[in-house]
């Protein structure tokens, strides 16, 4: 349409088959010339958006192995496309610059943080899992009753978990005999 | 709803413009209040109380849905004559002991009906170990034949029984308890029966907000007692529907993280009762009675070998001695007690942050600041993590951090596009996630965190020759990995949840499969199903475009993708539909061989068990339900107006206050729930109540909720940008009224105190919130978010500081959206001045040192003082290895009261 005055839209509008301005006569040469960043995406994964429990449809769209946006997903007849402030947050709370990427460590009576190595910190947690578990072991209870058990172990967590996840913190829990096993169900 | 699930108010909305009217029963006014035809403030924790009036409501006027209440409800039951109301007995149940605050339920019972599971000693088990939990989904036990009159004109049939229960619960008592105003009450009243029976159904919709009390199974239980009467539940548009409040707490309830529970409901065995394999199958299955429980020795043994794989045999129980026993209550609080008292040595906490999320943060926080180590898994740097340096308990010098011996690991997760796996939203349906990326750095999943820590301690344990170790190496522990991190596959721990034929693999498609004999395992049985035909059934993505309304086809709901649970009852006893327009599942006599059950969803029942069929004389199980009791979980078949087994506090839901409350109890003598956990203890006091005296000195009633811009306790939203700076600041919001009786200005600062703590918010002033008017005076509520802590972009105080910790009996849901509370203008004080100002409102409101107000306030056992019970477990608790004082100081009952003597008695 060049530059002349009939590419004005309002006279697009008024003359062509978009009355209400809705659709072609409100397009520009420069919407023509972009397109939405997920349009080069090299895949989409389906998830399901991690805040409370409706279980919104996501779309999660990947470039260059990382995340570049979150959508709703219209195919989703729980949530139709439609995500909250929340959701629609969630790239962010994927991509935040606060996330905590490394390991951290506070010694005994410390007062600032130390850098750990993953593996070192996971010999460790074992470590200290199997001496309190040790420490505080009960075969029986005070009143005589068979409990097989350790009260020196506690977790608090779970509701923002996978059940494949939970599943395998009750059974390891359980083997080891380690029953304050808690989450936001309780809560 | 409309705030904290406003995806899912989108239905609200679309019936609404269907021609739905929306109710909003609320302390507050919010977006939902926005969008509803009618709002109805409320006084905070007197649900009970209104929904009562409307039970009242319905019997008095003939209102209920009679056929479905006859046929499908326990209406027709006839209870012992030794039953007692709590109408006669001043708001406790026949049966109460005031010694161990518990009852005795043998008069609780149907008439003919052998009492079971009634001794007290069982109550102070069940309380102690949540047993509601489990009872949830296990219902009453029921032996042999019940009396009943179809007419409902017995004195001592349910129905009547009910009718003279909530007599009293008229629209002036009503408006008197709940400053509501009588003409709002009976429009909701009008509104909620003429839209329920066979024509339409109406949906009640609770969260938080009702299971947050001490008292809040039974604010659910009035509302079953509601829907049944009008024939709502078990069709579509109707039902009880609770909007939970995390991705997954639905899937963590099912496959539990919790201390009481095994995967699928099956009770965590108890030391004291389930000594063996067949004890415990007995107690879950209940010889004799009716329903699907009676498999429940599949379901435990398919577990049992989940767990130990081929170390599990019939000869050795399936190695049900390699579970640890429960003897009580070892709940999230109590835990957190011991921590203070030195008992726990490590904690773990998995995506929870507990220093601002859990009710009472100043005892979570000295609870880890005493113990050996901490893992906190998550993705921020939260507070749970950082409780050593940015405590507000630094400040107050409670915490040193060069004194505190806490050593943490703070263990980077990967977040929920970084891993695979199952979410069980709300309504129960799982819905499998694709990984998207490769989490960074340091982030790993739960799943690799918990497979790879439990290798290191079997590999540590490997030379054991220890009895206690051998439940670590005969674990059935083989997964295997792949990728760069060594990672678990989730959907092979899927299809062990699924379970499958053990010779074979085969997986199993459902639970009706599972044998007791070890020839299959599966970890979860409401999930067998979800690996059917060999098909991840949760990662079905069939448009919700393309399906019909149910849309069947997306995702998969336990049990046996089934969406609306006992279906059945939308068809009348002969099979037919209600109605054409509430069809939903229905006989179909033409269909298959004899007829089948069939419709828009999966019928919940046997599928050619005919609407005619009856139990011959004596048939328990599956076979003694008759082709028309639809509540096929419940031993009688029927859905329970009256519950003569398992409650801690009570076969009906009673008008309790809150535990700290303004008022006196209106209708009863009996204060607040008389079965209630508590802590008595220094470091958990709680405000008085009028009974006790000097409640004026926290005059307002406060409640908390969330903001749809945060997340709980802000561990997944003060992190964010946008949501910081779309919500950047603790508030906490008055009326216009409260403001100038106060001096309380908008935008500035205002101070909220309990005997636990202080905080400090920005002041709201809004005509929102309304003052109302309870037993004839003023009453003035304020609420606040709970998102905030020290970190995060944007930080506050933590209401949750403000909070007690007081239990409901039936699951040790804390009450922490109600409670007493001062306001006043300005910021609060730092340092010592701020432990100065909460100690003198300890004093200046009676709370002294040593001595605890009785929690029974009618009837002969009506307590005094006395010196406290920290533990909780009460005199004759399971366990007294904590010592205990059961001395009561006789005589001083209501000291220094300043207040009328007690009321309704």
């Given at each position: 349409?060049?530059?002349?005055f009939?590419?004005?839209?309002?006279?697009?509008?008024?003359s062509?088959?978009d009355?209400?301005g809705?659709?072609?006569?409100?397009?520009s040469?420069r919407?023509d010339?972009?397109s939405p960043?997920?349009?080069?995406?090299?895949?989409?994964a389906?998830s399901?958006?991690?805040y409370?429990?409706v279980g919104c449809g996501?779309?999660?769209?990947v470039?260059?192995?990382?995340?570049?946006q979150?959508?709703?997903?219209?195919?989703?007849?729980?949530?139709r496309?439609r995500?909250?402030?929340?959701?629609?947050?969630s790239k962010?709370?994927v991509?935040?610059?606060?996330?905590?990427?490394k390991?951290?460590y506070r010694?005994?009576y410390?007062?600032?943080?130390?850098?750990?190595?993953?593996d070192?910190?996971?010999n460790?947690?074992a470590?200290?899992v199997?001496?309190?578990?040790?420490?505080?072991?009960?075969d029986?209870?005070?009143?005589?009753?068979?409990v097989r058990r350790?009260l020196g172990i506690?977790?608090?967590?779970?509701?923002t978990?996978?059940?494949?996840e939970?599943?395998?913190?009750?059974?390891?829990?359980?083997?080891?005999?380690?029953?304050q096993i808690?989450n936001?169900?309780r809560i | 709803m409309a705030?904290?699930h406003?995806?899912?108010?989108q239905?609200v909305?679309?019936?609404?413009?269907?021609?739905a009217?929306?109710?909003?029963v609320?302390p507050?006014?919010?977006?939902?209040?926005a969008?509803?035809d009618?709002?109805?403030?409320i006084r905070?924790g007197?649900?009970?109380?209104?929904?009562g009036?409307?039970?009242?409501?319905?019997?008095?006027?003939?209102?209920e849905?009679?056929?479905?209440?006859?046929?499908?409800t326990?209406?027709?039951s006839?209870v012992s004559d030794?039953?007692?109301?709590?109408?006669?007995?001043?708001?406790?149940f026949s049966?109460?002991?005031?010694?161990?605050r518990?009852?005795?339920?043998?008069s609780?019972?149907?008439?003919?009906?052998?009492?079971?599971?009634?001794?007290?000693?069982?109550?102070?088990?069940?309380?102690e170990t949540?047993?509601?939990?489990?009872?949830?989904t296990?219902?009453i036990?029921?032996?042999?034949?019940?009396?009943?009159?179809?007419?409902l004109?017995?004195p001592?049939?349910?129905?009547q029984i009910l009718?003279?229960?909530?007599?009293?619960?008229?629209?002036e008592?009503?408006?008197?308890t709940?400053?509501?105003?009588?003409?709002?009450?009976?429009?909701v009243?009008?509104?909620?029966?003429?839209?329920?029976g066979r024509?339409r159904?109406?949906?009640?919709v609770y969260?938080v907000?009702?299971?947050?009390h001490s008292?809040?199974?039974?604010y659910?239980?009035?509302?079953?007692i509601?829907?049944?009467l009008?024939g709502?539940m078990g069709?579509?548009?109707?039902?009880?529907l609770a909007?939970?409040g995390h991705?997954?707490?639905q899937?963590?309830t099912d496959?539990?993280?919790?201390?009481?529970?095994?995967?699928?409901?099956l009770?965590?065995p108890?030391?004291?009762q389930?000594?063996?394999?067949?004890?415990?199958?007995?107690?879950?299955?209940?010889?004799?009675?009716?329903?699907?429980w009676?498999?429940?020795?599949?379901?435990g043994i398919?577990l049992?070998k989940?767990?130990w794989?081929?170390?599990a045999?019939?000869?050795n129980?399936?190695?049900?001695d390699y579970?640890?026993?429960?003897?009580?209550d070892h709940?999230?609080?109590?835990?957190?007690?011991d921590?203070?008292?030195?008992?726990v040595k490590?904690?773990?906490?998995?995506?929870?942050?507990?220093?601002v999320?859990s009710?009472h943060?100043r005892?979570?926080r000295?609870g880890?600041a005493?113990?050996?180590?901490l893992?906190v898994?998550d993705?921020?740097?939260?507070?749970?993590?950082?409780?050593?340096?940015?405590?507000p308990?630094?400040?107050?010098?409670?915490i040193?951090?060069?004194?505190?011996?806490?050593?943490v690991?703070l263990?980077p997760a990967?977040s929920h596009?970084?891993?695979e796996g199952?979410f069980?939203?709300?309504?129960?349906?799982?819905?499998?996630?694709?990984k998207?990326?490769?989490a960074?750095?340091d982030c790993?999943?739960?799943?690799?965190f918990?497979?790879?820590?439990?290798?290191m301690?079997?590999?540590?344990?490997k030379?054991?020759t220890l009895e206690?170790?051998r439940?670590i190496l005969?674990l059935?522990?083989?997964?295997?990995?792949?990728?760069?991190?060594a990672?678990?596959s989730?959907e092979?721990?899927?299809k062990?949840?699924n379970?499958?034929e053990v010779?074979t693999?085969?997986?199993l498609s459902?639970f009706?499969?599972?044998?007791?004999?070890?020839?299959?395992?599966?970890g979860?049985?409401?999930?067998?199903g979800v690996f059917?035909?060999?098909v991840?059934?949760?990662?079905r993505?069939?448009?919700?475009s393309?399906?019909d309304?149910?849309?069947?086809?997306?995702?998969?709901?336990?049990?046996?993708?089934?969406?609306i649970?006992?279906?059945?009852?939308?068809?009348?006893?002969?099979?037919?539909?209600w109605?054409?327009r509430?069809?939903?599942?229905?006989?179909d006599p033409d269909?298959?061989?004899?007829?089948?059950?069939?419709g828009?969803d999966?019928p919940d029942?046997?599928?050619?068990?005919?609407?005619?069929?009856?139990p011959?004389?004596g048939?328990d199980?599956?076979?003694?339900l008759?082709?028309?009791?639809?509540?096929i979980?419940q031993?009688?078949?029927?859905?329970?107006l009256?519950?003569?087994q398992?409650l801690?506090?009570?076969?009906l839901?009673?008008?309790?206050?809150p535990v700290?409350?303004?008022f006196?109890?209106?209708?009863?003598?009996q204060?607040?729930?008389?079965?209630?956990?508590e802590?008595q203890?220094e470091?958990?006091?709680?405000?008085?109540s009028p009974?006790?005296?000097?409640?004026?000195v926290?005059p307002?009633?406060?409640?908390?909720?969330?903001?749809?811009e945060?997340?709980t306790?802000?561990?997944?939203?003060?992190?964010?940008e946008?949501?910081?700076?779309?919500?950047?600041?603790?508030?906490?919001?008055v009326?216009?009224?409260?403001?100038?009786?106060?001096?309380?200005?908008?935008?500035?600062?205002?101070?909220?105190?309990?005997?636990?703590?202080a905080?400090?918010?920005?002041v709201?002033?809004?005509?929102?919130l309304?003052?109302?008017?309870?037993?004839g005076?003023?009453?003035?509520?304020?609420w606040?978010?709970?998102h905030w802590?020290?970190g995060?972009?944007v930080s506050?105080?933590?209401t949750n500081?403000l909070?007690?910790?007081s239990?409901?009996?039936?699951?040790?849901?804390?009450?922490s959206?109600?409670?007493?509370c001062?306001?006043?203008p300005?910021?609060?004080?730092?340092?010592?001045a701020?432990?100065?100002?909460v100690?003198?409102?300890?004093?200046?409101s009676?709370?002294?040192?040593?001595?605890y107000?009785?929690?029974?306030?009618?009837g002969p056992?009506?307590?005094?003082?006395h010196e406290?019970d920290p533990?909780?477990e009460g005199?004759?608790?399971?366990?007294?290895?904590?010592g205990?004082?059961?001395?009561?100081a006789?005589?001083?009952d209501?000291?220094?009261s300043?207040?009328a003597a007690p009321?309704?008695?």
């Amino acid at each position: 349409m060049g530059r002349s005055f009939l590419g004005w839209p309002v006279l697009r509008q008024l003359s062509g088959r978009d009355p209400l301005g809705r659709g072609p006569a409100v397009r520009s040469a420069r919407t023509d010339s972009i397109s939405p960043r997920i349009a080069t995406a090299d895949r989409v994964a389906k998830s399901v958006c991690p805040y409370c429990a409706v279980g919104c449809g996501q779309k999660v769209f990947v470039k260059d192995e990382r995340v570049i946006q979150i959508e709703g997903d219209p195919d989703s007849p729980v949530s139709r496309g439609r995500l909250c402030p929340k959701g629609s947050a969630s790239k962010n709370l994927v991509t935040s610059s606060m996330r905590q990427t490394k390991v951290r460590y506070r010694r005994p009576y410390a007062t600032e943080w130390e850098d750990l190595d993953l593996d070192v910190a996971m010999n460790m947690i074992a470590d200290r899992v199997v001496k309190a578990r040790n420490d505080t072991w009960q075969d029986i209870d005070a009143d005589g009753r068979k409990v097989r058990r350790t009260l020196g172990i506690a977790s608090l967590g779970g509701a923002t978990l996978d059940n494949e996840e939970n599943y395998l913190i009750k059974k390891l829990f359980t083997a080891m005999g380690a029953i304050q096993i808690e989450n936001q169900a309780r809560i | 709803m409309a705030e904290a699930h406003p995806v899912g108010f989108q239905w609200v909305m679309e019936a609404k413009k269907r021609g739905a009217k929306i109710i909003h029963v609320d302390p507050r006014f919010t977006r939902t209040s926005a969008h509803a035809d009618k709002f109805v403030p409320i006084r905070v924790g007197t649900d009970i109380a209104f929904l009562g009036g409307i039970v009242n409501y319905v019997l008095q006027n003939g209102l209920e849905f009679r056929d479905y209440v006859v046929a499908y409800t326990n209406a027709a039951s006839i209870v012992s004559d030794e039953y007692v109301d709590a109408e006669e007995l001043d708001g406790l149940f026949s049966g109460f002991d005031p010694e161990t605050r518990t009852y005795e339920t043998g008069s609780w019972q149907y008439e003919r009906q052998e009492a079971e599971g009634s001794a007290r000693e069982d109550h102070d088990v069940q309380r102690e170990t949540a047993s509601a939990m489990q009872h949830e989904t296990h219902g009453i036990s029921v032996d042999g034949e019940v009396l009943r009159d179809e007419t409902l004109q017995h004195p001592r049939c349910v129905y009547q029984i009910l009718k003279r229960h909530y007599a009293r619960y008229t629209p002036e008592m009503v408006a008197e308890t709940c400053g509501v105003d009588p003409e709002d009450f009976l429009e909701v009243c009008r509104a909620w029966t003429e839209n329920s029976g066979r024509e339409r159904t109406t949906a009640l919709v609770y969260s938080v907000g009702w299971t947050q009390h001490s008292v809040g199974v039974q604010y659910i239980r009035t509302g079953a007692i509601l829907q049944l009467l009008l024939g709502n539940m078990g069709r579509p548009g109707g039902g009880i529907l609770a909007l939970r409040g995390h991705a997954s707490i639905q899937g963590s309830t099912d496959i539990p993280t919790l201390f009481n529970l095994l995967p699928g409901y099956l009770p965590m065995p108890n030391a004291e009762q389930h000594t063996s394999l067949q004890e415990w199958v007995d107690a879950v299955r209940k010889p004799g009675s009716k329903g699907f429980w009676s498999k429940a020795g599949a379901y435990g043994i398919n577990l049992l070998k989940a767990y130990w794989g081929d170390k599990a045999t019939p000869e050795n129980d399936f190695c049900f001695d390699y579970l640890p026993k429960i003897t009580g209550d070892h709940g999230t609080y109590r835990t957190v007690l011991d921590m203070i008292d030195g008992k726990v040595k490590g904690y773990f906490l998995l995506g929870q942050n507990p220093a601002v999320g859990s009710a009472h943060g100043r005892a979570q926080r000295l609870g880890m600041a005493n113990l050996d180590w901490l893992v906190v898994r998550d993705l921020f740097e939260i507070e749970s993590a950082t409780f050593w340096k940015n405590a507000p308990e630094i400040e107050t010098g409670e915490i040193v951090p060069e004194e505190c011996r806490t050593e943490v690991f703070l263990m980077p997760a990967a977040s929920h596009v970084e891993k695979e796996g199952t979410f069980t939203q709300t309504q129960r349906m799982l819905q499998w996630r694709e990984k998207a990326v490769e989490a960074p750095g340091d982030c790993r999943s739960e799943l690799w965190f918990f497979y790879h820590l439990g290798r290191m301690v079997r590999d540590r344990l490997k030379d054991s020759t220890l009895e206690r170790d051998r439940p670590i190496l005969d674990l059935n522990w083989d997964y295997p990995t792949h990728g760069e991190h060594a990672e678990p596959s989730a959907e092979d721990v899927l299809k062990e949840i699924n379970g499958y034929e053990v010779a074979t693999g085969r997986p199993l498609s459902t639970f009706m499969e599972m044998k007791d004999d070890g020839s299959t395992l599966g970890g979860c049985w409401i999930y067998t199903g979800v690996f059917k035909d060999g098909v991840n059934q949760a990662a079905r993505r069939k448009p919700g475009s393309e399906q019909d309304w149910v849309a069947g086809e997306w995702g998969w709901a336990w049990p046996a993708n089934r969406r609306i649970l006992y279906n059945r009852a939308s068809a009348d006893p002969s099979g037919k539909p209600w109605s054409d327009r509430k069809a939903y599942v229905w006989w179909d006599p033409d269909k298959g061989e004899n007829g089948e059950w069939t419709g828009y969803d999966v019928p919940d029942f046997e599928k050619t068990k005919p609407p005619t069929y009856r139990p011959p004389h004596g048939a328990d199980g599956v076979a003694g339900l008759a082709g028309d009791d639809p509540f096929i979980m419940q031993g009688d078949g029927k859905g329970a107006l009256y519950v003569p087994q398992g409650l801690i506090d009570g076969p009906l839901p009673t008008h309790y206050e809150p535990v700290e409350s303004p008022f006196r109890n209106p209708v009863y003598g009996q204060q607040g729930n008389p079965t209630r956990k508590e802590y008595q203890r220094e470091d958990n006091r709680l405000n008085p109540s009028p009974r006790e005296g000097h409640s004026d000195v926290f005059p307002f009633v406060f409640t908390t909720s969330r903001l749809t811009e945060h997340h709980t306790a802000g561990g997944m939203s003060r992190y964010l940008e946008y949501l910081s700076e779309l919500q950047p600041e603790m508030f906490v919001e008055v009326s216009p009224a409260l403001a100038a009786e106060r001096g309380l200005e908008h935008s500035g600062w205002a101070t909220i105190v309990t005997a636990r703590s202080a905080i400090e918010a920005r002041v709201l002033v809004t005509d929102r919130l309304r003052p109302l008017r309870v037993e004839g005076r003023t009453v003035h509520q304020v609420w606040m978010p709970y998102h905030w802590g020290p970190g995060g972009l944007v930080s506050g105080d933590s209401t949750n500081d403000l909070f007690g910790i007081s239990l409901d009996p039936n699951v040790l849901i804390q009450e922490s959206k109600v409670g007493t509370c001062d306001v006043r203008p300005g910021r609060r004080p730092t340092g010592k001045a701020l432990l100065e100002l909460v100690q003198g409102y300890r004093d200046r409101s009676g709370v002294v040192e040593g001595q605890y107000a009785g929690v029974v306030t009618t009837g002969p056992g009506a307590d005094g003082i006395h010196e406290g019970d920290p533990t909780g477990e009460g005199p004759s608790g399971m366990s007294r290895r904590n010592g205990h004082s059961g001395d009561r100081a006789e005589g001083q009952d209501e000291p220094g009261s300043d207040d009328a003597a007690p009321e309704g008695s």
